[in-house]
């Protein structure tokens, strides 16, 4: 049994839907249409999706770096050496000097190289296009196989490419308020946050409501819910959050 199937047989992320009505299911709807209220809708637009491969670089290299910031050097790296397979074969220097902007730039190289490298070993190419063909638990069991890709990566190639799949991407923006809100455990990491939300997430919601979810609750965190002094008062989610409730009740 290769790498990828043992981690298929012993750890597939949770994907199915919740038996019964959940609290958490209500919670999130009202959170949802507190944030629309409060923001507007926040729709990706069709030509911000781009294919499976460009988001999984955009993802490896982005650790704590500014949105633009990796989109712009994934790009560039694109642009400048035509193929993900000749961006492969880049010295090390020459890959750290080009990801200069990102926050960890020696960090964001190596796993860069040894990620594609091992796409290209076990595809022949640096294409994922073999990805359509598996169901979203799969295709993300596969991606955390790879060399500096966890949950967030894999639920982004998912969900934000042009595969277009029901699947959360929870930063540390998004971990911190559904924490703060009381939907996952105050210590609950990345994958066990998505293992715990995704079976709840109301039904009816399709990839793109997903998506928009995402990118809601990611504005919250950096702008009402931020990591120190977190202006609960003032914050739309307020109704819905454990300690939004109790900061209120110790101000009076």
Request: glycine share 6%; net charge positive; with cysteine.
């Given at each position: 049994m290769n790498l990828a199937s043992h981690k298929l047989a012993t750890h597939v992320p949770v994907m199915q839907l919740s038996l019964g009505t959940d609290t958490r299911t209500d919670t999130l709807r009202c959170v949802q249409r507190r944030l629309i209220a409060q923001f507007g809708r926040i729709v990706r637009p069709a030509d911000k999706r781009r294919d499976p491969v460009w988001t999984l670089v955009q993802g490896v290299i982005g650790a704590r770096s500014k949105t633009a910031i990796s989109n712009a050097s994934t790009d560039r790296l694109l642009a400048d050496f035509g193929?993900?397979?000749?961006?492969?074969?880049?010295?090390?220097?020459?890959?750290?000097?080009?990801?200069?902007?990102?926050?960890?730039?020696?960090?964001?190289?190596?796993?860069?190289?040894?990620?594609?490298?091992?796409?290209?070993?076990?595809?022949?190419?640096?294409n994922l296009s073999h990805l359509t063909d598996?169901?979203?638990?799969?295709?993300?069991?596969?991606?955390?196989?790879?060399?500096?890709?966890?949950?967030?990566?894999?639920?982004?190639?998912?969900?934000?490419?042009?595969?277009?799949?029901?699947?959360?991407?929870?930063?540390?923006?998004?971990?911190?308020?559904?924490?703060?809100i009381g939907l996952v455990p105050p210590k609950a990491d990345t994958t066990r946050s998505y293992d715990i939300l995704m079976p709840v997430l109301p039904p009816d919601w399709s990839a793109a409501d997903i998506d928009e979810h995402h990118l809601l609750v990611k504005k919250l965190g950096q702008t009402y819910c931020r990591p120190s002094s977190p202006d609960c008062a003032s914050c739309p989610a307020r109704g819905d959050c454990q300690t939004g409730q109790a900061s209120g009740k110790q101000a009076s």
């Amino acid at each position: 049994m290769n790498l990828a199937s043992h981690k298929l047989a012993t750890h597939v992320p949770v994907m199915q839907l919740s038996l019964g009505t959940d609290t958490r299911t209500d919670t999130l709807r009202c959170v949802q249409r507190r944030l629309i209220a409060q923001f507007g809708r926040i729709v990706r637009p069709a030509d911000k999706r781009r294919d499976p491969v460009w988001t999984l670089v955009q993802g490896v290299i982005g650790a704590r770096s500014k949105t633009a910031i990796s989109n712009a050097s994934t790009d560039r790296l694109l642009a400048d050496f035509g193929s993900w397979e000749a961006v492969a074969g880049l010295p090390l220097e020459t890959l750290k000097d080009y990801l200069a902007n990102q926050t960890f730039p020696d960090l964001s190289a190596s796993r860069l190289k040894d990620c594609l490298w091992e796409i290209i070993n076990r595809c022949g190419a640096a294409n994922l296009s073999h990805l359509t063909d598996m169901t979203t638990a799969e295709a993300m069991i596969w991606l955390e196989s790879l060399p500096g890709v966890a949950r967030k990566i894999s639920a982004g190639v998912m969900s934000n490419s042009t595969l277009k799949r029901k699947a959360l991407v929870i930063d540390t923006h998004h971990r911190r308020v559904v924490q703060r809100i009381g939907l996952v455990p105050p210590k609950a990491d990345t994958t066990r946050s998505y293992d715990i939300l995704m079976p709840v997430l109301p039904p009816d919601w399709s990839a793109a409501d997903i998506d928009e979810h995402h990118l809601l609750v990611k504005k919250l965190g950096q702008t009402y819910c931020r990591p120190s002094s977190p202006d609960c008062a003032s914050c739309p989610a307020r109704g819905d959050c454990q300690t939004g409730q109790a900061s209120g009740k110790q101000a009076s």
